[in-house]
């Protein structure tokens, strides 16, 4: 018994089926998991070390390199890049794309850095290990507060993230721009020396002070009474009081008199946070997997107004990123495509069917959709722009088979057959060929979960989706559609074929196809010509690999000379920060968030951080809905320009892939340090030659300066004093030494000591101060003991794959990266590199090789398994060799479509090419499994193939159409995502069905022998 048999057979519990596939259906809608992407797994980690004040090139040699061996080790790493700076080294794990089950991988790297960490330098710090690189915040609050300082602020921040714990679906909370607080004991040397008091005496005192000790017990009347010595600091006022002895007399001084006691901030601030200009707390939120996010943004926003009511005035809560608001417009926006194009396919289907048959064949669309939704949430497939595009896509494939099988059914009842009989008749008669046709489109959508790639894995639900889709079409084309038929289907009186196909639209077909089989070759040969034609077209179609993303923001990468220190950063970024507030200047930004000294967290799956550096910043503008963006971006650009010459600043919407439209890298390899600088230095002189080029970045950045303390060791060990005991002074002296600690409730505060701010600023006082030597007892001028050398140092030495690497990158406003690549060749090409060096072009173009071979790798095996599908259900290779013959027609259409709309031709144009190639096939199969049924039924094979396609014209034209109707929402509001892979299968099907019609029977004839027609009188 088949399966359309059976639903007739138990017709009842048919429909008790349906209306429960409904209800399941509709019930998981409602409040159904949303995001705005798909997530894919970041498999990176961030290992740091650190040792201060060490040189990069030391750094990268006693550090870096070390950990990277150590690294190298884990078979699942495929690229290391590391950067090595000035007391810092940041080394970048990447792993194969083929892993998912990241911890233990990252505890391995954990283990292996436990193990390297006796082989670095004694003092170094760490190194340490971030595997929570790819955390995502929900929402970011900026905490802000007029008249209210930073700890302030600080409070307030840690309370709400206590009370946002209480929230469901919260992940973590974390936050950022906090600033520790300092209790600053400021040196006047002068003073010190008035008073002949040495700095480590009042370190020692300090330190010895400042404790809290047992005095042990005493036993009374059978209980113990505990003594507690006095002496710990209490109020900033015991720290002022501190008593400190003067040397060579009898009298004390007190701290107070000797420095400056300060309570404050650390100084210079630690990542700072500015909200719109003004000093901000940022409370990071990350979500549950799996979570509804309109919903869970709901519960947040709700739990932080009713914590923000509660605020004393001058408090605020801003949501500077707040991703569930942007998820909901895009969400309900793809909704909105969704149900449009449901409307379009079911007033195609009703036009052509007429409204019973065509009631039936489009109730199967949204059918289908409820029925795919418990098989998308058992593959954890939420709704966002991918799965629902794949919906939007799928509807146009998936009424194909219900079209050919109520087509099937109402000819069989015209024809005379009784009811039941027809219904299961067709269902036995078209069970395989839709099986079959629906499994290759799905093997032709199967690359896509088959890629071993990030893209890959942003694009694989689509692919999920539609298989999902198709097979449950095809079980409710053979369950569903009978059944109704028989139920609702009314037929007048018997009809012959050749009485359908009298009409004029008919009989026009036939006198082409007629002609067409009789001047084969003529018609083979202009096909030809056409498909050449569209191959060397192909080339002045435009490449990118995705594009920029239409969210209403846009990035301000901040950068000034390397070396440049967090406070200067924060000067000039502020100076940006106010023109950006400036309302009559810029009236379409609704608000900014800027990061000092890193790039905040991460708030887009694919935008990772940049590095933490002083003299780098990162600002996210968010501006008004349907502003003209670009001219907002060239604004800002201009202003910085105009305005900041010292900053290096690049201004760039978001990306939708993984690195950034049009941009071109080149990662110059070698040995040497100073032939690749200069070298990066000659390639950005190149890309400057190139047209519209802009952002022109090297990651080496420029030589920062540095003064070398050479000690004299001979007069050092005379006198009595150490290498160590001079770079103590130092550090204490210009970074500042924690000597104590301060403790007020639950916190503890440092106690720092350190030179006042004229020491900390001028060279000249490394003349005139003092090292105290701890053997004799006295102290000696620096200048005695030391000279000093100013000498240039690297900002930064990058490496990958442990090589010393230096990359330069660039962007133009006129040309695509393939563009640009060609632009710089010449120049690249004469570089004349020596042995040992190379040079490589990466960026968006490396970017989009890799996608692409991680995309074609499975094209074969997909390709073989549809060759023997097909070979299986005709039992045949000639017929398979016509379906696959049918294949380039496709690229005729598309590349015209693409030439027209000047869409560009990338990963998702490319996905578009093959699906599209499945959808050719799947009507190549429907018309040769007509064909022999035809000659089966007893029809000569040249009657057979005029026969067959007039019967198959219909039910082809109607899936064309539904489907390139289909996916006009996706065209017109589906976004640039969207555009290109949408024209490519609207246009690319249009003209490769009008082609399948004639080339099918054509290559039938010839394969088969089969002569043309008779000329019709």
């Known amino acids: 018994m088949n399966i359309t048999e059976r639903a007739i057979e138990r017709s009842h519990f048919a429909a008790v089926l349906v209306v429960a596939v409904v209800a399941i259906g509709v019930g998981l809608f409602v409040g159904y998991p949303s995001q705005e992407d798909p997530e894919f797994t970041i498999r990176e980690a961030v290992v740091t070390a650190s040792f201060p004040g060490m040189a990069p090139e030391r750094v990268e040699d006693l550090i870096t390199r070390k950990i990277e061996e150590e690294v190298r080790k884990l078979?699942?790493?495929?690229?290391?890049?590391?950067?090595?700076?000035?007391?810092?080294?940041?080394?970048?794990?990447?792993?194969?794309?083929?892993?998912?089950?990241l911890q233990p991988i990252w505890q391995d790297l954990r283990n292996n850095m436990e193990d390297v960490r006796s082989e670095l330098p004694e003092g170094t710090l760490g190194p340490f290990v971030n595997d929570d690189f790819g955390r995502v915040a929900v929402a970011s609050l900026a905490i802000t507060g007029e008249g209210f300082s930073l700890a302030e602020m600080e409070d307030v921040a840690e309370g709400l993230r206590d009370s946002l714990y209480a929230v469901e679906g919260i992940s973590e909370v974390s936050l950022h721009g906090v600033q520790g607080e300092r209790i600053f004991l400021e040196v006047h040397p002068a003073r010190l020396a008035e008073l002949g008091i040495n700095p480590s005496e009042i370190l020692q005192v300090l330190a010895t002070q400042n404790v809290v000790i047992p005095g042990g017990s005493l036993e009374v009347d059978g209980q113990d009474i505990v003594f507690e010595p006095s002496g710990s600091f209490e109020t900033i006022a015991d720290v002022e009081n501190l008593v400190i002895g003067i040397p060579g007399r009898d009298s004390v001084a007190y701290l107070r008199d000797v420095l400056t006691v300060r309570r404050g901030v650390v100084d210079p601030p630690t990542r700072p946070v500015f909200y719109d200009g003004r000093p901000s707390v940022v409370v990071e939120v990350s979500m549950v997997t799996g979570e509804n996010i309109v919903e869970f943004g709901e519960r947040l926003e709700r739990a932080v107004r009713r914590y923000e009511s509660r605020l004393p005035i001058g408090y605020e809560i801003h949501l500077a990123t707040f991703q569930p608001t942007l998820v909901d417009v895009s969400i309900s926006d793809f909704l909105n495509n969704l149900y449009q194009t449901i409307g379009i396919v079911l007033l195609?289907?009703?036009?052509?069917?007429?409204?019973?048959?065509g009631l039936i064949v489009g109730m199967i669309v949204p059918l289908t959709i409820l029925a795919a939704l418990p098989f998308m949430s058992f593959l954890e497939i939420p709704l966002h722009t991918v799965s629902i595009a794949a919906l939007i896509i799928a509807l146009g494939l998936l009424v194909d088979n219900g079209v050919v099988m109520a087509e099937e059914v109402r000819t069989r009842m015209q024809s005379g057959v009784e009811r039941k009989r027809a219904a299961i008749e067709a269902g036995r008669e078209l069970a395989l060929p839709l099986l079959s046709s629906s499994l290759t489109t799905i093997l032709a959508f199967m690359p896509l979960m088959l890629a071993d790639n990030e893209a890959g894995e942003y694009t694989r639900s689509l692919s999920q989706v539609i298989a999902i889709t198709l097979i449950a079409s095809w079980l409710l084309a053979l369950y569903v559609t009978p059944?109704?038929?028989?139920?609702f289907v009314r037929v007048g009186e018997p009809v012959s074929d050749e009485e359908r196909h009298a009409t004029r639209f008919y009989r026009g077909y036939r006198r082409v196809l007629g002609a067409v089989l009789r001047r084969r070759v003529v018609f083979l040969a202009g096909l030809i010509v056409l498909f050449v034609s569209s191959v060397f077209a192909f080339s002045w179609v435009p490449r990118?690999?995705?594009?920029?993303?239409?969210?209403?923001?846009?990035l301000v990468y901040f950068d000034?000379?390397?070396g440049t220190n967090t406070r200067r950063t924060e000067s000039e970024l502020l100076r940006l920060a106010g023109w950006l507030a400036d309302e009559t200047e810029n009236p379409d930004v609704i608000d900014h968030i800027a990061y000092v000294g890193y790039g905040g967290p991460r708030f887009v799956l694919n935008l990772s951080p940049p590095d933490a550096a002083s003299h780098r910043a990162f600002v996210l503008v968010n501006t008004r809905p349907g502003i003209d963006l670009e001219a907002q971006i060239r604004r800002t650009r201009e202003h910085l320009l105009a305005g900041y010459p010292e900053v290096r600043a690049q201004v760039k919407k978001l990306a939708l892939g993984p690195s950034d439209p049009g941009t071109v890298e080149v990662r110059l390899v070698g040995p040497d340090r100073d032939r690749l600088f200069e070298d990066g230095r000659r390639v950005e002189g190149i890309f400057r030659q190139a047209e519209g080029v802009v952002d022109i970045r090297s990651d080496w950045e420029n030589r920062t300066r540095k003064v070398r303390v050479e000690i004299d060791q001979a007069t050092a060990r005379r006198i009595g004093i150490s290498s160590e005991e001079i770079g103590r002074t130092l550090t204490a002296m210009f970074d500042g030494t924690a000597v104590t600690e301060y403790r007020?409730?639950?916190?503890?505060i440092p106690v720092v000591v350190r030179s006042d701010l004229e020491g900390r600023r001028r060279l000249d006082q490394l003349a005139t101060m003092s090292v105290y030597s701890s053997a004799t007892g006295r102290s000696v001028p620096l200048l005695q003991l030391a000279t000093f050398d100013l000498f240039w140092q690297f900002g930064s030495i990058e490496r990958r794959d442990l090589e010393r690497t230096l990359t330069v990158s660039a962007r133009s406003t006129r040309l695509t990266a393939e563009e640009l690549a060609r632009a710089i060749q010449p120049g690249l090409d004469a570089l004349d590199l020596p042995f040992g060096f190379r040079a490589e072009v990466a960026g968006e173009l490396e970017d989009a090789a890799e996608a692409q071979e991680a995309l074609m790798s499975s094209v074969p095996i997909c390709a073989a398994l549809i060759v023997v599908l097909l070979v299986w259900q005709f039992n045949s290779v000639r017929r398979p060799l016509i379906i696959f013959l049918t294949i380039p027609l496709a690229l005729i259409g598309s590349v015209a479509g693409m030439l027209v709309t000047r869409a560009e031709f990338g990963f998702m144009a490319m996905l578009g090419l093959l699906s599209l190639a499945g959808i050719i096939i799947n009507n190549a199969i429907v018309l040769i499994d007509r064909i022999d049924l035809e000659v089966a039924a007893g029809r000569t094979p040249s009657e057979a193939v005029v026969s067959a396609s007039l019967q198959r014209l219909r039910p082809i034209l109607m899936t064309t159409l539904t489907t390139i109707l289909g996916l006009l929402p996706l065209i017109l509001f589906g976004g640039p995502l969207w555009f290109a892979m949408a024209i490519v299968i609207a246009s690319g099907l249009g003209m490769g069905t009008v082609l399948?019609?004639?080339?099918?029977?054509v290559l039938y004839s010839i394969f088969m022998g089969v002569p043309p027609p008779a000329r019709e009188p």
């Open 544 to 554: 990118q690999f995705f594009p920029p993303s239409q969210r209403d923001q846009y």
């Open 348 to 357: 195609v289907v009703v036009l052509f069917l007429g409204l019973r048959t």
């Open 744 to 748: 007020e409730g639950d916190e503890i």
């Open 483 to 487: 059944l109704l038929c028989t139920w």
């Open 560 to 562: 000034l000379a390397a």
């Open 996 to 1001: 399948t019609l004639g080339v099918v029977p």
């Open 75 to 101: 078979p699942e790493v495929e690229h290391i890049t590391s950067s090595s700076r000035t007391g810092q080294s940041i080394v970048h794990v990447s792993l194969h794309d083929r892993y998912f089950d």
